[in-house]
Every structure is written in structure tokens, then in C-alpha cells.
């Protein structure tokens, strides 16, 4: 059943006989609007994360536009909104500490102001998460517009995937194999227009997880940035979201158990970024369904990896977007999708994926014919991290996937820059690299430091790959033999916390474990002389971040934000 115009959000705000009313038309007359432009209208919030200091968002400004174009010519008003924007390239410690801020913005602006339905912009890593967590808190219709990848990278005739080529070739520098000439070539070679990475990294995963959940147009999430093509399915959007409005298809009927199910699926099928298991547990709570790092081991067993795209693979999103983009790719895994949910576009996702096509074998393979037999990441278990632990083994050296060696622990990140290349320590390839302190509370908010450095005497030895365990993330772009997310974090008195220089660790990828070899009664005594470390902030939204974060397991929430319950809506009269 379809609203009519009095059953919109807005009219409460717009409607009524009342003085507020009243002030409210007068306010849109002084924005040089006229009645019949938005009275009756469904009123669409367009939430822009572009910025001068976000390349990967520096096209979205334009895309507001074309958004505004689609919902124009669909019958709605279109009001852009800034929201914060989340730089994975510039902001420090890191955007992680800052996706939830994101999420509240994103929440109460919509809650607070005149909006029927939203359109969210965003794609660098951490503003995927963070609008669809605060547009399903709120629960209006939405559709998510992925900012999509930039150009491949370009570097003496050889084809660059930005961040992965960069640590590819800052450890050739390290090495001795290439020098500071080649380095600045690079810099100008390795991201070439506006987009996120154009690797499966953490932006390409998420976004194509958004596009899996049903939130977004068909195809959306791997259209190149500066394609026109874009631009198209900005305005296909805005227009979109006008009607979702006139049906009231909330974002509740959209983001259901059975989205997120098939949304774990597509992230373990791409091989993509460790970084999506953290926030689809998140973006799972605030829709109100229980996503747990089991579910993503159970449907890793089950979902070949079929995209061959780096860091993993070979190719680039570019690649992948001709090659048949989402919708080919998610044909080729029909038999474990739930096909009768809706989408933002289609009824239901079977008809959303009614023929989607392979055009390029290499690049989407054939399900006989698997980049790897089994999903791209795994969960693992043991006593270092009893709340668990998460690889991308399909990145890692096959020979380091069943490891036993000893340990070399840093303290923090910045210890570890200092000292990792001190011939005392006597790190060899067999030795396990451990750094703490960088979890979602030690880092403070998970830095992407979970890729190691591999020491420079070794890098010249030839060795690119090693064990490195650590609390904190690394970048979807990133690649090695590294156990992330070790929970709960040595910042609050995890087993990492106890671990020693020497003492041996093994890793068994192929039996999901990672364990210490250290007598439970060594333990105990190791923590009761361990003391927490004191809080990093007196005040401010640090403050609140310390007092209400969550572990990597549950998400990185706020307990405020992830528990039930409901908010009322504000008074408009």
C-alpha cells in the first residue's frame, strides 16, 4: 500500500496549521524554494562524505548532484547534508576510532531533520559501515551510492593495485632493489584519479558487501569512479529512493539475517579485506540481527573463492567490473544465496540476478575452476586468543599456514619501528613477530598494523612473508601470514598481554588454532603481576570512545548504540 502525502515523515514538519509549520515553510521560502517544489514531496537526505582531504571521495560532490537530478525527476526534494568524512589516507591514529561518530552523525541527523528516505554517500573503508549502521538504527528507506575504484595504477608498463604494490615496493626499497628514483615515480603512479583502492581491499569488500545486503543498485558497488556510468547510477538512485519512500520499504525489510548471511558469503567468496568481519558484526547489531565470527567460519567451509583479484588474486576491480561486476559474479553461487529477500531495486534478489553474466573467466572463475577451494579468511581459536583471531590465509605463504616458532614481542607500534631491525633481538623467518597494545582500545581504535615490517636483513635475504600475530587490523590491501584481531585485545589483560620473547607460538590454519606454548599455571602467575595500562583520555570523544567501545569479536560498537531499544521521534509540532 502506498503512502500518500500526509503519511510522509515530513509533513509533520511541513504540514500542520501550527506556528512551527508555519516557520518551517517561511525557512524553505528563505532557502529560495517554492511551495510546489517540495509540499507533498517525499524530502530526501542526500549525506555526503566528500572533502578536500578525501581523494577517494573527491568525485562525490558531483555525484550529490546527479543524486539530486534522480530524485528531481522522480517527484521528491533532494537536501544535501554534509557528514564527516572518514580518510583512510590522512586521519590519524586512525578512521576506526571514528566509524561510530559517523554512524551517530548519521543516525540523529536523520532522526532530527524533515527526511522520508536518505541516500548515503561514501566507499573509503570506514563510511561504508558507518552510514548503513546509523541509517539502520534510524530505519528510513535508503540506498547506499559506493563511491567506487579508481584507475588501475600505472609504473613503467607494469599495472600498480593501489596499497598492495605500496608495500610490494616499499620492502623492494628496503631491500636494496629499487631506489629513491623509482620510489617517486611510484607516488605518482599508484593512484591516479578520485575512488577508493582498486584491490578487493577493505573498500572494495565493503562495498560489495552493501550491494549483497540489497542496498544498493544493481551492479553499484564496482562501477569505476570516474566512469559515466557512475554518474548514471547516482541519479538511477536518487530516483530509486523517491518510490522506496511511496512504499515505506524501510531498511529493516532490506537488512534481514538472510542479507547478511549472503553478505558474509560474497565477502568470503572475493577473498576479501579482514576488516569486513568487524563491521558486518556491527552493522548486523544495529539491525537487530547476531552475526558472530562462527558464522563466518561455518560459511567459509562452504564458499569457494571464485574472484581473482589482488591482493589475492591477480587482477583489479576494473577487471572485475567488466568481467560481469556483482551481479555475474553472485550467479555464479545462486545454490547459496537466499534468493526471495528483497533489494532496494528488485523484489527479490533472484530477480535482481536474473541475467547476471561472466565475460571474463580469469577474472570471475568458474566454480570448477576455484582460486581457492574454500573462503577466503578463517577464524581461529586456541588460548592466545580465546574470543578468537582472524587470518586471510589466501594471502599468507602456504608453508607458514602450519607454524611453530618463537616469539618476538613488541610492545607497541612505535617500539617495534624502533627496533625491529636490532641484530640483538635475532629475529629469524622462523621467529613469530607479536605486537600488542594496538587493539580497539591499546591502538587507540585498531590501527592498520597488523602487516609487520619484515626486517631489512631479512627482506635482502629474500623473505616476504612471515607469522605476525597482533590485536590490531591491517589493511585489506595488505597481504602475509598475519593473525589479526586477537580478542579480547592485551589492552584489557588478553592472553596476548602474557605472551613472552621465546616463548614458542604455533599457528595450524588448516585446524583453526593459535596456541602458546605456555603451562596454565605460568600464566596465572604472568597475570597477576600484569597491570592495565591507564586511560589514555581525561576528556572528550575519547573519553566516550574508552568508556564504551567493544571488542574486535562483537564488533568495535558502542555499548550505548548496539543494545535495543527504542528512540522516539522528535516533536515537530
Not at 501550527?18 to 532557502?31: C, E, N
Not at 631491500?175 to 593512484?191: F, N, R, T, Y
Not at 540489497?214 to 569505476?224: N, W
Not at 537466499?338 to 570471475?364: C, F, M, W, Y
Request: charged share 20%; net charge negative.
Amino acid at each position: 500500500m502506498r503512502k500518500s502525502p500526509e503519511q510522509l515523515r515530513s509533513h509533520r514538519w511541513y504540514g500542520t496549521d501550527g506556528l512551527r509549520s508555519f516557520s518551517h515553510r517561511a525557512r524553505t521560502r528563505q532557502l529560495g524554494y517554492l511551495p510546489e517544489e517540495h509540499l507533498g514531496k517525499p524530502v530526501i537526505a542526500i549525506l555526503n562524505t566528500w572533502s578536500d582531504i578525501n581523494p577517494c571521495h573527491s568525485h562525490l560532490r558531483e555525484r550529490a548532484q546527479a543524486v539530486k537530478r534522480g530524485v528531481w525527476q522522480a517527484g521528491g526534494f533532494p537536501l544535501e547534508f554534509p557528514v564527516s568524512t572518514l580518510s583512510e589516507t590522512f586521519q590519524k591514529p586512525t578512521p576506526m576510532l571514528y566509524r561510530n561518530l559517523l554512524a551517530m552523525e548519521t543516525e540523529e541527523l536523520l532522526r532530527s531533520y524533515p527526511v522520508d528516505g536518505t541516500v548515503l554517500l561514501g566507499g573509503c573503508d570506514k563510511s561504508t559501515p558507518a552510514l548503513l549502521m546509523g541509517a539502520a538504527s534510524m530505519d528510513l528507506p535508503a540506498v547506499f551510492v559506493p563511491a567506487g575504484p579508481m584507475l588501475p595504477g600505472h609504473w613503467r608498463n607494469e599495472v600498480l593495485g593501489s596499497g598492495t604494490d605500496m608495500w610490494k615496493y616499499w620492502d623492494d626499497k628496503r631491500a636494496g632493489l629499487i631506489g629513491d628514483c623509482e620510489l617517486a615515480e611510484l607516488e605518482s603512479g599508484l593512484a591516479r584519479s578520485p575512488g577508493h583502492c582498486m584491490t578487493m581491499g577493505t573498500a572494495s569488500t565493503l562495498t560489495a558487501a552493501a550491494e549483497a545486503l540489497g542496498a544498493t543498485m544493481p551492479g553499484a558497488s564496482s562501477i569505476p569512479a570516474v566512469d559515466s556510468g557512475h554518474e548514471r547510477m547516482a541519479a538511477a538512485s536518487g530516483a530509486r529512493v523517491v518510490e522506496l519512500v511511496w512504499q515505506d520499504l524501510r531498511l529493516s525489510r532490506i537488512l534481514t539475517h538472510d542479507a547478511y548471511q549472503d553478505a558474509v558469503a560474497t565477502v568470503l567468496a572475493l577473498g576479501g579485506s579482514t576488516n569486513a568481519v568487524i563491521h558486518l558484526i556491527a552493522m548486523a547489531g544495529r539491525s537487530g540481527v547476531e552475526l558472530t565470527l562462527d558464522d563466518f567460519d561455518r560459511i567459509a567451509r562452504t564458499v569457494p573463492v571464485l574472484a581473482d583479484v589482488r591482493p589475492g588474486g591477480r587482477y583489479l576491480m576494473e577487471d572485475f567490473h567488466f568481467a560481469g561486476g556483482l551481479p555475474g559474479f553472485l550467479a555464479q553461487l545462486t545454490d547459496l544465496l537466499h534468493l526471495d529477500r528483497p533489494t532496494v531495486a528488485h523484489a527479490s534478489l533472484r530477480e535482481q540476478l536474473d541475467g547476471g553474466l561472466v565475460h571474463n573467466k580469469d577474472v570471475i572463475r568458474p566454480r570448477g575452476n576455484p582460486l581457492a577451494a574454500e573462503g577466503g579468511l578463517a577464524v581461529l581459536r586456541g588460548n592466545l586468543c580465546p574470543d578468537g583471531a582472524v587470518i586471510k590465509h589466501i594471502a599468507a605463504e602456504p608453508h607458514l599456514l602450519k607454524h611453530t616458532g618463537p616469539a618476538v614481542v613488541f610492545d607497541d607500534y612505535r617500539a617495534m619501528q624502533a627496533t625491529i631491525n636490532d641484530p640483538e633481538l635475532g629475529i629469524t623467518a622462523d621467529s613469530v613477530l607479536v605486537l600488542r597494545g594496538s587493539g580497539p582500545l591499546g591502538g587507540p581504535g585498531m590501527p592498520e598494523y597488523g602487516m609487520l615490517p619484515i626486517p631489512d636483513h631479512l627482506l635482502k635475504q629474500g623473505v616476504r612473508d612471515m607469522v605476525r600475530i597482533s590485536d590490531a587490523r591491517m589493511s585489506g590491501t595488505s597481504y602475509g601470514a598475519c593473525v589479526l584481531h586477537i580478542a579480547p585485545e592485551s589492552h584489557v589483560g588478553g592472553p596476548l598481554a602474557l605472551v613472552r620473547t621465546g616463548d614458542l607460538i604455533t599457528l595450524d590454519v588448516p585446524a583453526r588454532s593459535l596456541h602458546l606454548a605456555v603451562d596454565d599455571a605460568e600464566l596465572e602467575r604472568r597475570r597477576a603481576a600484569w597491570q592495565p595500562p591507564p586511560p589514555r583520555y581525561a576528556r572528550g570523544y575519547g573519553a566516550l570512545y574508552q568508556e564504551q567501545i567493544t571488542q574486535a569479536d562483537t564488533g568495535c560498537d558502542f555499548r550505548f548504540l548496539a543494545r535495543p531499544g527504542e528512540v522516539p521521534e522528535p516533536y515537530a509540532g
